[in-house]
């Protein structure tokens, strides 16, 4: 399934600071892939550093938003969100500094 | 020759004469400015309502606009979308600022201008001059004076007509109910992560909405909280992010115009809920990428039923705001000193001084510096060797010839050895660096107390700080 992946406000620093990834993930055999399925491929395939920047536990860590089509994944299911071919999925982190 | 010297001595003693009056001469520019600020302010104010009574009743004046305000306004009253209405909510509304650094800078500077009926500005720091490619609220002349005196000055320039209020001092739960219950409208222009929720959380205490901003490096975002029933602070982030995940911009670097752009915004959706003009930006969130010229707008959660703020059984009284510790629940300080670690027993550390004392006295050493390498390309000291701590435990054996390199070269025998410094911009990551030197064999290996800062104040004031 061919996805869009970008990240912001310093995750990129995780991934060799690239923000924007287009990726092919493979669906392992499931009808539909969800984000549980994506944050671990994520995890294996792009996250280079520091994973525990990225997540705790089987989700993102505190102070990151989850966006599916440029909507807070909270109103889409978190972990259960199912995504489609084309989608784009941003995990951005919170900024303090001003 | 000898006369040269003299002459050019002679020189050089007029140049340092006329620089000491130009600088006297500053001051006392600086000094009578603030003073026709201040004499200017009282005389707006006087002037505006010492209008002799007219003795004709125009039409259309009942919305309270005195003619002089008609005049400064009218780009503003010529809006069929804002108007007599906007202008006049506008005038009737009180703002505050919380920070005046670079994003609280523009949203100052354009909060006075459009006419806020009372501006509130709220900050504990003093002006820099590192501060000063951001924070363009701030003069030369105030460096080392109070931010919030030199904004409330820079806002009287602007407009003598409205109210500036100074709270010189940090927000904190012992004073924010106190401060903001006196305003309609709260503008979060602070840099740290306690901060962000402290302030967050006396708004939906008091019920006031909040105008939320941030930047770092090359990003920022921006959104409204607490608002038409959208999210606060805490339904979207309910625990705090690990503290290695808060950046500074004194740590990370920021690029000017980023915060301005973000303040900016955050002064116009303050004055869009002000003047209940337009549709704020709440439930949404606003993310800017300054180096790909991108701006994102994305729909957050609503108000969430479990928030420990402002959901259904949320227990966030006044007294509870009060007694909250930030600090403790962020693991961060609510001030921008930075940290001070110790991780190293004192064998394991020199002071700059002794530092100094040892390389005049030619001591066979190696000295790494372990801040990244775009660090190291603003200044460094002679002869030190470039190791980022990331990438510490990669270059040991380069670590280890160079050492060798340097017992040779001082044609030391076998059992003397060179000594290895490790140095740093504060003198926190040359204390990791030591300990991880430590653990890999490298047991002699000493950090430099306090790092570059502390050879800048200790060693040599005329060596670069940032
Ligand atoms: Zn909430």
């Known amino acids: 399934m061919q996805l869009t992946l970008e990240f912001g406000g310093g995750l990129e620093l995780l991934c060799q600071s690239v923000k924007i990834h287009n990726v092919d993930v493979d669906q392992a055999g499931e009808e539909k892939l969800t984000m549980r399925h994506l944050l671990s491929w994520v995890r294996t395939n792009l996250i280079k550093e520091r994973p525990e920047m990225f997540m705790k536990g089987d ?36 900024l303090h500094g001003g | 020759m000898e006369s040269n010297g003299v002459h050019s001595s002679l020189i050089l003693q007029e140049i340092e004469k006329l620089k000491a009056e130009k600088k006297d001469i500053e001051n006392r520019i600086s000094v009578l400015e603030a003073q026709l600020n201040d004499v200017v302010a009282k005389e707006g104010t006087v002037s505006s309502s010492s209008c002799p009574p007219l003795s004709i009743t125009y039409l259309g004046l009942e919305h309270g606009l005195s003619p002089e305000m008609i005049y400064r306004y009218s780009r503003h009253l010529l809006l069929p979308n ?37 501006l509130g500005i709220v900050d504990h720091d003093v002006v820099e001059l590192n501060n000063l490619h951001r924070q363009i609220i701030h003069a030369e002349a105030y460096i080392g004076q109070s931010k919030v005196k ?33 305003y309609d409208i709260v503008v979060d222009a602070t840099d740290n992560a306690p901060s962000r929720y402290l302030i967050s959380d006396c708004c939906v205490v008091l019920g006031k909405p909040l105008i939320s901003g941030a930047a770092l490096g090359l990003e920022g975002q921006l959104t409204v909280y607490n608002h038409n029933g959208g999210p606060c602070y805490r339904c979207l982030f309910p625990t705090p992010p690990p503290t290695t995940a808060c950046q500074r911009c004194s740590d990370s670097g920021v690029l000017g115009v980023v915060p301005g752009v973000i303040g900016c915004l955050q002064a116009l959706e303050a004055l869009k809920v002000a003047s209940a003009v337009g549709e704020p930006l709440s439930g949404r969130m606003l993310l800017f990428d300054a180096l790909s010229a991108r701006i994102r707008i994305v729909k957050i959660r609503g108000r969430s039923l479990n928030c420990e703020a402002c959901g259904e059984n949320a227990a966030f009284t006044r007294q509870f705001f009060q007694n909250f510790d930030y600090e403790k629940f962020t693991q961060s300080p609510l001030s921008t000193t930075p940290l001070k670690l110790k991780l190293l027993p004192e064998t394991a550390r020199i002071s700059s ?14 000295l790494i510096d372990v801040r990244p390498a775009h660090h190291f390309k603003i200044v460094s000291l002679p002869k030190a060797l470039n190791v980022p701590l990331s990438t510490l435990e990669a270059q040991l054996s380069a670590i280890s010839s160079a050492l060798k390199d340097e017992e040779e070269r001082k044609g030391l025998g076998s059992g003397s050895n060179a000594s290895l410094y ?13 300990d991880c030197l430590h653990k890999m064999g490298f047991s002699s290996a000493k950090d430099i107390i306090g790092g570059l800062e502390s050879w800048a104040q200790n060693v040599d004031p005329n060596f670069p700080t940032y």
Request: glycine share 10%.
């Open chain 2, 150 to 182: 030199s904004a409330a000055a820079a806002c009287r320039a602007i407009n003598s007509s409205i109210q500036i209020v100074e709270h010189k001092e940090a927000l904190r739960t012992s004073n924010a109910l106190e401060i903001m219950s006196k």
């Open chain 2, 82 to 118: 804002f108007g007599v209405q906007g202008q006049s909510n506008l005038l009737k509304s009180s703002i505050l600022v919380v920070g005046a650094g670079g994003l609280g800078s523009p949203a100052l500077l354009y909060l006075a201008a459009c006419g806020v009926g009372r």
């Open chain 2, 422 to 434: 490790v140095i740093c911009r504060r003198g926190n990551d040359s204390q990791r660096a030591v």
């Open chain 1, 59 to 94: 989700t993102v860590r505190p102070g990151v938003l989850v966006l599916v089509n440029d909507c807070d994944w909270e109103l889409s299911g978190q972990l259960d969100t199912t995504l489609d071919d084309k989608d784009v999925v941003v995990f951005i982190s919170t």
């Open chain 2, 353 to 366: 001084e002794e530092y100094k004392e040892r390389v005049a006295n030619g001591e066979a050493h190696v």
